[in-house]
Protein backbone atom coordinates (compact mmCIF):
# COMPACT_ATOMS: atom_id res chain seq x y z
CA UNK A 1 0.00 0.00 0.00
CA UNK A 2 2.43 2.39 1.10
CA UNK A 3 4.68 1.52 -2.20
CA UNK A 4 1.91 2.12 -4.29
CA UNK A 5 1.27 5.34 -2.41
CA UNK A 6 5.09 6.32 -3.00
CA UNK A 7 5.10 5.08 -6.60
CA UNK A 8 2.31 7.20 -7.38
CA UNK A 9 3.62 10.23 -5.85
CA UNK A 10 7.30 9.34 -8.03
CA UNK A 11 6.21 11.95 -10.88
CA UNK A 12 5.59 14.67 -8.54
CA UNK A 13 8.53 14.47 -7.00
CA UNK A 14 10.02 14.09 -10.33
CA UNK A 15 8.45 17.09 -11.57
CA UNK A 16 9.06 18.99 -8.40
CA UNK A 17 12.50 18.51 -8.60
CA UNK A 18 12.71 19.66 -12.64
CA UNK A 19 11.15 23.01 -11.71
CA UNK A 20 13.52 23.36 -8.52
CA UNK A 21 16.71 22.66 -11.05
CA UNK A 22 15.87 25.47 -13.76
CA UNK A 23 14.34 27.80 -10.94
CA UNK A 24 17.85 27.17 -8.80
CA UNK A 25 19.44 27.92 -12.59
CA UNK A 26 17.73 31.36 -12.45
CA UNK A 27 18.30 32.80 -8.94
CA UNK A 28 22.53 30.96 -9.33
CA UNK A 29 23.64 30.32 -12.80
CA UNK A 30 27.30 30.96 -11.98
CA UNK A 31 27.24 28.38 -9.01
CA UNK A 32 29.71 25.61 -9.40
CA UNK A 33 26.86 23.36 -9.96
CA UNK A 34 25.12 24.89 -12.89
CA UNK A 35 28.88 25.85 -14.24
CA UNK A 36 30.50 22.55 -14.36
CA UNK A 37 27.68 19.74 -14.08
CA UNK A 38 24.45 20.76 -15.26
CA UNK A 39 26.14 23.22 -18.07
CA UNK A 40 23.56 25.38 -20.15
CA UNK A 41 23.46 23.07 -22.94
CA UNK A 42 22.71 19.96 -20.73
CA UNK A 43 19.93 21.84 -18.84
CA UNK A 44 18.47 23.51 -22.36
CA UNK A 45 18.83 19.23 -23.10
CA UNK A 46 17.04 18.84 -19.98
CA UNK A 47 14.11 20.96 -20.76
CA UNK A 48 13.56 19.96 -24.47
CA UNK A 49 13.13 15.68 -23.34
CA UNK A 50 11.17 16.56 -20.43
CA UNK A 51 8.67 19.17 -22.38
CA UNK A 52 8.67 16.22 -25.24
CA UNK A 53 7.61 13.49 -22.69
CA UNK A 54 5.12 15.87 -20.62
CA UNK A 55 3.08 16.92 -23.89
CA UNK A 56 3.44 13.05 -25.61
CA UNK A 57 2.02 11.49 -22.25
CA UNK A 58 -0.57 14.30 -21.89
CA UNK A 59 -1.64 14.08 -25.81
CA UNK A 60 -1.83 10.28 -25.47
CA UNK A 61 -3.63 10.40 -22.52
CA UNK A 62 -6.17 12.94 -23.30
CA UNK A 63 -7.03 11.24 -26.58
CA UNK A 64 -7.57 7.74 -24.31
CA UNK A 65 -10.13 9.75 -22.54
CA UNK A 66 -11.62 10.38 -25.57
CA UNK A 67 -12.18 6.87 -26.47
CA UNK A 68 -13.32 5.61 -23.37
CA UNK A 69 -16.28 8.55 -23.69
CA UNK A 70 -19.09 6.37 -25.43
CA UNK A 71 -20.29 7.87 -28.89
CA UNK A 72 -21.99 10.93 -28.21
CA UNK A 73 -21.00 12.16 -24.82
CA UNK A 74 -20.55 15.88 -24.95
CA UNK A 75 -17.26 15.53 -23.62
CA UNK A 76 -15.80 13.25 -25.79
CA UNK A 77 -15.14 15.96 -28.61
CA UNK A 78 -13.85 17.99 -25.73
CA UNK A 79 -10.26 15.51 -24.85
CA UNK A 80 -10.16 15.38 -28.52
CA UNK A 81 -9.74 18.88 -29.18
CA UNK A 82 -7.40 18.67 -26.09
CA UNK A 83 -5.23 16.05 -27.40
CA UNK A 84 -5.06 17.59 -30.55
CA UNK A 85 -3.94 20.82 -28.86
CA UNK A 86 -1.56 18.72 -26.78
CA UNK A 87 -0.34 17.33 -29.89
CA UNK A 88 0.35 20.31 -31.88
CA UNK A 89 2.50 21.71 -29.01
CA UNK A 90 4.37 18.53 -28.90
CA UNK A 91 5.29 18.29 -32.67
CA UNK A 92 6.54 21.95 -32.03
CA UNK A 93 8.46 21.03 -29.34
CA UNK A 94 9.71 18.05 -31.42
CA UNK A 95 10.92 20.40 -34.45
CA UNK A 96 12.74 22.28 -31.80
CA UNK A 97 14.55 19.65 -30.22
CA UNK A 98 17.35 18.99 -32.54
CA UNK A 99 18.40 22.16 -33.05
CA UNK A 100 18.45 22.50 -28.88
CA UNK A 101 20.24 19.26 -28.66
CA UNK A 102 22.26 19.29 -31.23
CA UNK A 103 23.43 23.09 -32.03
CA UNK A 104 22.07 24.54 -28.42
CA UNK A 105 20.11 27.26 -30.17
CA UNK A 106 16.41 27.75 -29.81
CA UNK A 107 15.88 29.71 -32.80
CA UNK A 108 12.90 32.55 -32.97
CA UNK A 109 10.47 32.15 -35.17
CA UNK A 110 10.66 29.20 -36.37
CA UNK A 111 8.37 26.10 -38.10
CA UNK A 112 7.71 25.31 -34.11
CA UNK A 113 5.79 28.52 -34.08
CA UNK A 114 3.00 26.96 -36.53
CA UNK A 115 2.13 24.42 -34.40
CA UNK A 116 2.20 26.13 -31.21
CA UNK A 117 -0.52 29.09 -32.81
CA UNK A 118 -2.42 26.08 -33.67
CA UNK A 119 -2.77 24.58 -30.43
CA UNK A 120 -4.77 28.24 -29.23
CA UNK A 121 -8.05 27.61 -31.27
CA UNK A 122 -7.68 23.82 -29.97
CA UNK A 123 -7.66 24.26 -26.57
CA UNK A 124 -10.30 27.33 -26.72
CA UNK A 125 -12.56 25.51 -28.40
CA UNK A 126 -12.02 22.27 -26.15
CA UNK A 127 -12.65 24.40 -23.38
CA UNK A 128 -16.30 25.73 -24.91
CA UNK A 129 -17.10 22.38 -25.53
CA UNK A 130 -17.00 21.36 -22.16
CA UNK A 131 -18.48 24.40 -20.67
CA UNK A 132 -21.24 24.00 -23.21
CA UNK A 133 -21.41 20.10 -21.94
CA UNK A 134 -21.76 21.28 -18.38
CA UNK A 135 -24.78 23.85 -19.03
CA UNK A 136 -26.47 21.44 -21.13
CA UNK A 137 -26.07 18.34 -18.51
CA UNK A 138 -27.72 20.65 -15.80
CA UNK A 139 -24.67 21.55 -13.43
CA UNK A 140 -24.79 24.83 -12.59
CA UNK A 141 -21.98 26.98 -14.33
CA UNK A 142 -23.64 30.24 -13.01
CA UNK A 143 -26.88 32.49 -14.54
CA UNK A 144 -26.18 34.39 -17.69
CA UNK A 145 -25.21 37.41 -15.85
CA UNK A 146 -22.70 36.04 -13.66
CA UNK A 147 -20.45 34.72 -16.32
CA UNK A 148 -20.55 37.90 -18.38
CA UNK A 149 -19.19 39.55 -15.08
CA UNK A 150 -16.21 36.89 -15.16
CA UNK A 151 -15.25 37.26 -18.28
CA UNK A 152 -15.39 41.17 -18.36
CA UNK A 153 -14.05 41.10 -14.90
CA UNK A 154 -11.05 38.76 -16.33
CA UNK A 155 -10.50 40.23 -19.57
CA UNK A 156 -10.37 43.57 -17.32
CA UNK A 157 -7.75 42.57 -15.62
CA UNK A 158 -5.85 40.97 -17.56
CA UNK A 159 -5.74 44.04 -20.42
CA UNK A 160 -4.48 46.04 -17.16
CA UNK A 161 -1.56 43.88 -16.48
CA UNK A 162 -0.98 42.89 -20.25
CA UNK A 163 -1.05 46.34 -21.56
CA UNK A 164 2.40 47.57 -19.39
CA UNK A 165 4.11 44.21 -20.13
CA UNK A 166 3.19 44.44 -24.01
CA UNK A 167 3.85 47.80 -24.67
CA UNK A 168 7.97 47.60 -24.56
CA UNK A 169 7.62 43.98 -26.81
CA UNK A 170 5.85 46.25 -29.66
CA UNK A 171 8.11 49.60 -29.51
CA UNK A 172 11.06 47.31 -29.75
CA UNK A 173 12.99 47.16 -33.19
CA UNK A 174 12.89 43.66 -33.87
CA UNK A 175 11.94 41.93 -36.76
CA UNK A 176 7.89 42.69 -37.73
CA UNK A 177 7.85 38.56 -37.96
CA UNK A 178 9.22 38.20 -34.42
CA UNK A 179 7.20 41.03 -33.05
CA UNK A 180 3.79 39.89 -33.96
CA UNK A 181 4.24 36.68 -32.65
CA UNK A 182 5.81 38.03 -29.40
CA UNK A 183 2.73 39.87 -29.01
CA UNK A 184 0.68 36.81 -30.33
CA UNK A 185 0.84 34.59 -27.69
CA UNK A 186 0.28 36.03 -25.10
CA UNK A 187 -3.12 38.28 -26.64
CA UNK A 188 -4.20 34.44 -27.53
CA UNK A 189 -3.13 33.50 -23.41
CA UNK A 190 -5.82 35.61 -22.32
CA UNK A 191 -8.35 34.79 -24.52
CA UNK A 192 -7.97 31.59 -23.63
CA UNK A 193 -8.20 32.57 -19.45
CA UNK A 194 -11.73 33.91 -20.41
CA UNK A 195 -13.14 29.93 -20.76
CA UNK A 196 -10.84 29.30 -17.88
CA UNK A 197 -12.12 31.71 -15.85
CA UNK A 198 -15.17 29.72 -16.12
CA UNK A 199 -14.31 26.63 -15.67
CA UNK A 200 -12.07 27.68 -12.83
CA UNK A 201 -15.19 28.61 -11.17
CA UNK A 202 -16.69 24.78 -12.20
CA UNK A 203 -13.45 23.43 -10.65
CA UNK A 204 -13.90 25.16 -7.50
CA UNK A 205 -17.20 23.39 -6.91
CA UNK A 206 -16.03 20.17 -7.90
CA UNK A 207 -13.31 20.74 -5.17
CA UNK A 208 -12.55 18.16 -2.31
CA UNK A 209 -13.03 15.26 -5.20
CA UNK A 210 -11.50 13.57 -7.93
CA UNK A 211 -13.01 15.46 -10.50
CA UNK A 212 -11.91 18.56 -8.74
CA UNK A 213 -8.19 17.19 -8.51
CA UNK A 214 -8.41 16.87 -12.82
CA UNK A 215 -9.60 20.30 -13.24
CA UNK A 216 -7.18 21.53 -10.78
CA UNK A 217 -4.24 19.88 -12.59
CA UNK A 218 -5.37 21.06 -16.05
CA UNK A 219 -6.50 24.49 -15.28
CA UNK A 220 -3.65 24.25 -13.05
CA UNK A 221 -1.12 23.86 -15.95
CA UNK A 222 -2.77 26.11 -18.63
CA UNK A 223 -2.50 29.57 -16.36
CA UNK A 224 0.72 28.56 -16.22
CA UNK A 225 1.13 28.06 -19.49
CA UNK A 226 -0.06 31.69 -20.01
CA UNK A 227 2.33 32.94 -17.88
CA UNK A 228 5.23 31.07 -19.46
CA UNK A 229 4.19 32.79 -22.73
CA UNK A 230 3.99 36.53 -21.12
CA UNK A 231 7.20 35.61 -19.36
CA UNK A 232 8.88 34.34 -22.79
CA UNK A 233 7.89 37.74 -24.76
CA UNK A 234 8.64 39.84 -21.91
CA UNK A 235 12.08 38.48 -21.69
CA UNK A 236 12.81 37.76 -25.33
CA UNK A 237 11.58 41.53 -26.15
CA UNK A 238 13.94 43.13 -23.61
CA UNK A 239 16.92 41.02 -24.24
CA UNK A 240 16.43 39.22 -20.63
CA UNK A 241 17.56 36.03 -22.03
CA UNK A 242 19.81 35.18 -19.17
CA UNK A 243 15.94 34.80 -16.95
CA UNK A 244 15.05 31.71 -19.79
CA UNK A 245 15.49 29.53 -17.12
CA UNK A 246 12.17 30.97 -15.60
CA UNK A 247 10.59 30.40 -19.00
CA UNK A 248 11.64 27.04 -18.61
CA UNK A 249 10.35 26.14 -15.26
CA UNK A 250 7.41 27.57 -16.20
CA UNK A 251 6.65 25.61 -19.22
CA UNK A 252 7.78 22.20 -17.62
CA UNK A 253 5.34 22.75 -14.92
CA UNK A 254 2.63 23.39 -16.97
CA UNK A 255 2.81 20.50 -19.46
CA UNK A 256 3.46 18.27 -16.17
CA UNK A 257 0.88 19.40 -14.51
CA UNK A 258 -2.04 19.30 -17.81
CA UNK A 259 -0.34 15.55 -18.12
CA UNK A 260 -1.22 14.51 -14.34
CA UNK A 261 -4.42 15.90 -15.46
CA UNK A 262 -4.82 13.57 -18.00
CA UNK A 263 -3.33 10.74 -16.39
CA UNK A 264 -5.84 11.58 -13.51
CA UNK A 265 -9.03 11.88 -15.75
CA UNK A 266 -8.05 8.49 -17.14
CA UNK A 267 -8.29 6.26 -14.25
CA UNK A 268 -11.04 8.13 -13.37
CA UNK A 269 -13.16 6.74 -16.59
CA UNK A 270 -12.03 3.29 -15.88
CA UNK A 271 -14.57 1.03 -14.72
CA UNK B 1 -39.77 9.26 0.71
CA UNK B 2 -38.67 11.64 2.67
CA UNK B 3 -36.51 15.07 0.22
CA UNK B 4 -33.78 15.97 2.43
CA UNK B 5 -33.12 11.96 3.36
CA UNK B 6 -33.28 11.13 -0.08
CA UNK B 7 -30.89 14.06 -1.25
CA UNK B 8 -28.17 13.36 1.70
CA UNK B 9 -28.39 9.86 -0.05
CA UNK B 10 -27.32 10.80 -3.33
CA UNK B 11 -24.72 13.53 -2.20
CA UNK B 12 -23.03 10.79 0.03
CA UNK B 13 -22.60 8.38 -2.85
CA UNK B 14 -22.00 11.54 -5.26
CA UNK B 15 -19.98 13.46 -3.38
CA UNK B 16 -16.48 11.61 -4.02
CA UNK B 17 -16.75 11.91 -7.53
CA UNK B 18 -17.56 15.74 -7.77
CA UNK B 19 -17.76 16.89 -4.88
CA UNK B 20 -20.05 17.74 -2.24
CA UNK B 21 -21.19 21.63 -3.41
CA UNK B 22 -21.34 20.74 -6.85
CA UNK B 23 -23.60 17.51 -5.29
CA UNK B 24 -25.72 19.42 -3.44
CA UNK B 25 -26.07 22.31 -5.87
CA UNK B 26 -26.97 19.62 -9.10
CA UNK B 27 -29.45 18.10 -7.02
CA UNK B 28 -31.12 20.92 -5.79
CA UNK B 29 -31.10 22.30 -9.27
CA UNK B 30 -32.60 19.27 -10.97
CA UNK B 31 -35.23 19.14 -7.95
CA UNK B 32 -36.33 22.78 -8.59
CA UNK B 33 -36.92 21.72 -12.40
CA UNK B 34 -38.41 18.42 -11.56
CA UNK B 35 -40.77 20.59 -9.34
CA UNK B 36 -39.42 18.51 -6.24
CA UNK B 37 -40.37 21.08 -3.86
CA UNK B 38 -42.28 19.53 -1.05
CA UNK B 39 -41.48 17.53 2.28
CA UNK B 40 -41.66 14.01 0.29
CA UNK B 41 -40.52 12.95 -3.07
CA UNK B 42 -42.32 10.20 -5.50
CA UNK B 43 -40.70 7.04 -6.54
CA UNK B 44 -40.92 8.70 -9.90
CA UNK B 45 -39.65 11.94 -9.32
CA UNK B 46 -36.88 9.92 -7.26
CA UNK B 47 -35.87 8.02 -10.27
CA UNK B 48 -36.38 10.80 -12.71
CA UNK B 49 -34.00 12.78 -10.42
CA UNK B 50 -30.93 9.74 -10.45
CA UNK B 51 -32.04 9.95 -14.92
CA UNK B 52 -30.79 13.67 -14.72
CA UNK B 53 -27.67 12.83 -12.47
CA UNK B 54 -26.72 10.03 -14.08
CA UNK B 55 -26.66 12.58 -17.06
CA UNK B 56 -24.34 14.87 -15.80
CA UNK B 57 -22.12 12.30 -14.18
CA UNK B 58 -21.93 10.80 -17.94
CA UNK B 59 -19.38 14.35 -18.78
CA UNK B 60 -17.38 13.35 -15.64
CA UNK B 61 -17.43 9.44 -15.41
CA UNK B 62 -18.95 8.51 -18.81
CA UNK B 63 -21.39 5.90 -19.30
CA UNK B 64 -20.72 3.14 -17.29
CA UNK B 65 -18.83 4.29 -14.54
CA UNK B 66 -21.78 6.78 -14.32
CA UNK B 67 -24.69 4.33 -14.27
CA UNK B 68 -22.65 1.99 -11.54
CA UNK B 69 -22.43 5.41 -9.17
CA UNK B 70 -26.10 5.91 -10.11
CA UNK B 71 -27.10 2.30 -9.00
CA UNK B 72 -25.15 2.74 -5.77
CA UNK B 73 -27.18 5.67 -5.30
CA UNK B 74 -30.38 3.65 -6.22
CA UNK B 75 -28.89 0.79 -3.33
CA UNK B 76 -28.37 3.76 -1.23
CA UNK B 77 -31.81 5.33 -1.28
CA UNK B 78 -33.78 1.75 -0.68
CA UNK B 79 -31.35 1.21 2.43
CA UNK B 80 -32.37 4.79 3.92
CA UNK B 81 -36.17 3.39 2.57
CA UNK B 82 -35.84 -0.06 4.23
CA UNK B 83 -34.73 1.85 7.39
CA UNK B 84 -37.75 3.36 7.96
Redesign the interface.
Known sequence: MRGSRGLRALPWVVLGLAVALYVGWAASSSSGLYARALTPHRMLVLAAVLKLVYLLAAAAWAFQCRDRLEAGNPARLAWFLLSLGLLATFVGQLSLAPLQLVRNVTPFPSVADIYYLLSYPLFIAAFLVLLKAYRETGFPIGSAAERVGIVTGVGVVAAIVAAPILGPVVTTDTPLLERILTVAYPILDLVLLLPLALLLRVALRLRGSHAGEVWLLLLGGFVFLCAGDIAFAYFQSLGQQHLDPFVHATYVLSYGLIAGGAHRQLELLKP | MITTEAVEAMVKVI????????AR??IE??CQ?LGIVGGTATHEQVEALLG?LG??L????????AA?VIAEARGALATVEGSR
Not at chain 2, 58 to 65: A, T
Request: proline share 4%.
Open positions: APYIGDVMSAAHKKGGNVFLGRDKS
